[in-house]
């Protein structure tokens, strides 16, 4: 099974932005934990991580195309309010997990709102970079 792993803005800054909500782990430890969860399934799972929403844009429209079976995707900022990431996912018919790291009902009144989780599968929050493993194991129906 080919996946796609998105991370938006910010997502390459774990370990260095807010390490009380975030973690202390750096994004290159999420990166090779993914990857060992890959070698574990016997999967392929690419990693993808942008701050400009139209990369991210792009590399969605762009798994139509490549293969890709499953997304897991973390919107970072763009979760509250990037219509066109969510109607590029809507435009991709494979399972599609949004993930995030911190418990977003619990934190500060706009990230509640997600714009992106109607165009998604499932939604995954507050469980660390733990999450991401969860939202794998969902695609791949464990």
Do not use: W
């Not at 429209?61 to 995707?73: E, K, P, R």
């Not at 066109?84 to 949004?98: N, T």
């Amino acid at each position: 099974m080919k996946l796609l792993v998105i991370n938006g803005p910010n997502l390459n800054f774990l370990g260095i932005r807010e390490k009380g909500i975030y973690g202390t782990q750096d994004y290159n430890y999420l990166v090779n934990m993914i990857q060992e969860k890959a070698k574990a399934e016997n999967c392929e799972i690419e990693c993808f991580q942008s701050n400009h929403e139209g990369a991210i844009i792009d590399r969605i429209q762009a798994a139509y195309f490549d293969g890709t079976q499953g997304i897991v995707i973390n919107p970072g900022a763009y979760t509250h309010y990037s219509y066109a990431i969510r109607d590029a996912l809507a435009s991709i018919e494979v399972p599609k997990v949004e993930i995030h790291i911190s418990d977003i009902t619990k934190r500060e009144e706009f990230r509640k709102n997600s714009v992106t989780k109607a165009a998604c599968d499932h939604q995954i929050y507050g469980k660390g970079l733990d999450g991401y493993i969860m939202a794998i194991d969902f695609i791949l129906g464990k």
